[in-house]
Structures are given as structure tokens and as C-alpha cells.
């Protein structure tokens, strides 16, 4: 008797999207499938972090790096070849991770010697994608603060940034705001002063390294002279007092922006 086999899927697709999981990392907001190993500092090689000079959440990366000693180096632009497509990506070793607030989740251990408790995790994502995106927004609309990224950008693409802020600031004003159901940096400066809940730092009597993360994308409007950051710091006594410590700490281990 003739028996009719029905095909099966070959089992190396399944082994294949696994391995490309891992190479490409996580998707955003998303931790990652596989947690790091047990690290220390000194286990860290071939570090690449890949941004761009004005891009708040690469430029916090680049401090957090440079604040704990992490030999690295950096790459303009987004990773080749990945399809994960925006900025920043950091590759560990054989590792590659996504998304700021993820890479501070899983380097908290490596860095600080102990993982992020439930607080911290949230205070940290509550900066990168509430706080962060309005003080984003904010620089959308504003031509001068537009023209600030551009000289910070330098090079040819600064300059076109510096030409055209007037005709982007028309074209991207309210754009981000709306689509991220925002509420005004004024707002979020408050709500993030008081998570400090009269306390030094976010971690306490001591920096850790969610402080060094907030300071890092805060840190960003200010080199670029934005109006958006004296907007946060004006909003909160608290806020302000955390950034100029955090600002006399930090430029002992970090000495260019």
C-alpha cells in the first residue's frame, strides 16, 4: 500500500529565526529573550555603540560608557546589515542589544553590581519614553533649537539641519506630541522631580547608574543650547539640583560630551 507522506517544515528555519534573533537583538521596548551572563565590567569586549552625535538616547549611552570606564568605540549611523533599523545599538562580545532603556536594564548588573529594582526600571523608562520624547517634541518646534543641532551636529548635515530648521520646524511641529499622546515637559519635569522624593539621586545617597542615564539624555538639550532643557530644569527646584550635581560628578569621568 502507497502511504502519502505529508511534508513537513524543515526544522532549520526554526534554528535560523533563533540565530537571528540573537544577532539582531531585541525589538524596542522589548527585553531581551536571553539575558546577558553573569559579567563583570572586565568581561566587556569589542563594545561598538552605534548613533548619532544629536540623538538623546546614544548620547546617554556614550556617557554611561564613558562614566563607568567601558572601553568602547563609537559609529556614526545605524548598524549595517541589521534589521533592526534605528538608533542606538550596542554590540557586547557576540551580543547585540536594543533600545536605551533596555541597554541600561541589563548593564545595571554588569556596571552597578546589581540589577534595577522595580522602581528604578520604571523611573528610568518613564525618562526615556515620556520625558525624553517631549523634550524631543519641544526641539521639533522650535527653529532656534533646531539650529542647535545642527551646530552641535557640525559637518555638512549640521549645516543642512541649520538651513532647513525653519521649513522642518513647519512641517514636524505637534507631529510627535500628537502621535505619542504627550503631555507638556513642564509636566513631566514635575512628575519626574518628585520621583528623587527627597533623596540625593534617583538611587539614593549614591549616583547609580539610572542617574547617569537621566543626566546623559538631559545633557544632550543642553550642548545643543535647547530651549527645552532650561524649560525641564525651570520646572522643578529638586530636578535642577540633581542635574548641577550630577553635572560636577560625572565631568570628573567625562571629559567630552
Request: charged letters at 25%; aromatic letters at 8%.
Amino acid at each position: 500500500t502507497r502511504v502519502n507522506h505529508k511534508p513537513t517544515m524543515p526544522a532549520y528555519r526554526e534554528i535560523d529565526e533563533k540565530t537571528a534573533l540573537k544577532m539582531d537583538g531585541n525589538r524596542e521596548k522589548e527585553d531581551l529573550a536571553e539575558p546577558l551572563p553573569k559579567w563583570s565590567k572586565n568581561d566587556l569586549k569589542d563594545v561598538v555603540l552605534y548613533g548619532a552625535k544629536i540623538s538623546p538616547p546614544a548620547a546617554k549611552m556614550r556617557i554611561i560608557l564613558a562614566h563607568y570606564g567601558v572601553r568602547h568605540r563609537t559609529v556614526n549611523g545605524k548598524k549595517p546589515n541589521s534589521s533592526y533599523t534605528k538608533i542606538p545599538v550596542l554590540d557586547i562580545n557576540d551580543r547585540q542589544i536594543n533600545d536605551s532603556h533596555i541597554m541600561v536594564k541589563n548593564l545595571a548588573p554588569v556596571l552597578d553590581g546589581k540589577s534595577l529594582t522595580p522602581e528604578l526600571i520604571e523611573t528610568e523608562a518613564f525618562f526615556t519614553y515620556k520625558v525624553m520624547l517631549s523634550l524631543e517634541a519641544d526641539t521639533m518646534e522650535s527653529c532656534g533649537d533646531l539650529c542647535g543641532c545642527g551646530r552641535l551636529l557640525g559637518g555638512c548635515f549640521g549645516c543642512l539641519l541649520s538651513c532647513f530648521s525653519c521649513c522642518l520646524c513647519c512641517y514636524l511641529h505637534g507631529k510627535l506630541r500628537k502621535s505619542k499622546n504627550l503631555l507638556s515637559t513642564e509636566e513631566y519635569g514635575v512628575a519626574l522631580g518628585g520621583k528623587l522624593n527627597g533623596k540625593r539621586f534617583f538611587h539614593g545617597e549614591e549616583m547609580g547608574i539610572v542617574d547617569v542615564s537621566i543626566f546623559g539624555g538631559i545633557k544632550a538639550f543642553e550642548e545643543a543650547g535647547n530651549s527645552s532643557f532650561q524649560t525641564l530644569m525651570d520646572s522643578s527646584p529638586e530636578l535642577k539640583a540633581w542635574f548641577e550635581s550630577m553635572q560636577k560628578s560625572v565631568s570628573e569621568t567625562v571629559k567630552d560630551f
